[in-house]
C-alpha cells in the first residue's frame, strides 16, 4: 500500500520568493515520485519525476525536487516565485507491479502576492 | 502529436439523465482512468482499464460505468443514480509497463447538474 500527505491546502508566497511546497509518501516498495501542476479548468501537467539515479531531479519552469528516502519525503522547491507559478500543485507515488497505480495527495493551491 | 482528448469541455445534465464524457487517447497507451476532481477533495478514482474489453472499480465507482471496446477510447457514462455529480473530471492514460513513466492527463470536462 502508498500513500501522500501534502500538508496544508493552501500556501502564498510574494514574488520573487522561494517556493517549498512539502510533499511526504509511505509505499512498501520502492517508490516512484511525481509532482503535477494544475492551473484552472485544465488538466494535470507533469512537472518532473523522480525514479531512480540522482536524487535531485529538475523539472519545468524552474522547479526541482529532492527525493530523501530517510525522511520519506519529496519536497518541491522554485528559488524564486512568478504570478505564473499560481496553480494547485500535486505531488503523488507509484510502486510496481500490483502497486504500479499512482496515488495522488490532496493537492495544495499556491498563490503569488505582487 | 499525441495526447488524451475529453469532450465536451462543459456539459449541463438534467436530474434523472444519464451523461456520457469522451476520453480519446492516441498515445498507444494500454491503460486509461477516470478520476473526479472536487474543491479540497484532491483526485478520486472512478475506473480504470489495464486492457481492452477489461476494467475495473476505483474508490467511487458507484453511480457511473465504463466500456473499454477499443484501446483508444474509455467514455464514462453518469448514470441517475449519481445523485451528486456535479465535479470536474479527468481521463488518464499510461503505459501500463514501467510504472515510472507517469500518467497523461486530458483538459477535463466539467459537468454540472440543472
Known amino acids: 500500500a502508498q500513500s501522500v500527505t501534502q500538508l496544508g491546502s493552501h500556501v502564498s508566497v510574494s514574488e520573487g520568493a522561494l517556493v517549498l511546497l512539502r510533499c511526504n509518501y509511505s509505499?512498501?516498495?520502492?517508490?516512484?515520485l511525481f509532482w503535477y501542476v494544475q492551473y484552472p479548468n485544465q488538466g494535470l501537467q507533469l512537472l518532473l519525476k523522480?525514479?531512480?539515479?540522482?536524487?535531485l531531479v529538475k523539472g519545468i519552469n524552474g522547479f526541482e525536487a529532492e527525493f530523501k528516502k530517510s525522511e520519506t519525503s519529496f519536497h518541491l522547491t522554485k528559488p524564486s516565485a512568478h504570478m505564473s507559478d499560481a496553480a494547485e500543485y500535486f505531488c503523488a507515488v507509484s510502486g510496481s507491479g500490483a502497486n504500479s497505480k499512482l496515488t495522488f495527495g490532496k493537492g495544495i493551491t499556491l498563490s503569488v502576492r505582487p | 502529436d499525441g495526447g488524451i482528448t475529453q469532450s465536451p469541455k462543459y456539459l449541463f445534465r438534467k436530474e434523472g439523465q444519464n451523461v456520457t464524457l469522451s476520453c480519446e487517447q492516441n498515445l498507444n497507451h494500454d491503460a486509461m482512468y477516470w478520476y473526479r476532481q472536487d474543491p479540497g477533495q484532491g483526485l478520486r478514482l472512478i475506473y480504470y482499464s489495464q486492457i481492452v474489453n477489461d476494467f475495473q472499480k476505483g474508490d467511487i465507482a458507484e453511480g457511473y460505468s465504463v466500456s473499454r471496446e477499443k484501446k483508444e477510447s474509455f467514455p464514462l457514462t453518469v448514470t441517475s443514480a449519481q445523485k451528486n455529480p456535479t465535479a470536474f473530471y479527468l481521463c488518464a492514460s499510461s503505459r501500463i509497463e514501467g510504472a515510472n513513466y507517469g500518467y497523461t492527463f486530458g483538459s477535463g470536462t466539467r459537468l454540472t447538474v440543472v
Open positions: 523522480y525514479t531512480t539515479g540522482a536524487t
Open positions: 509505499s512498501s516498495v520502492p517508490p516512484y
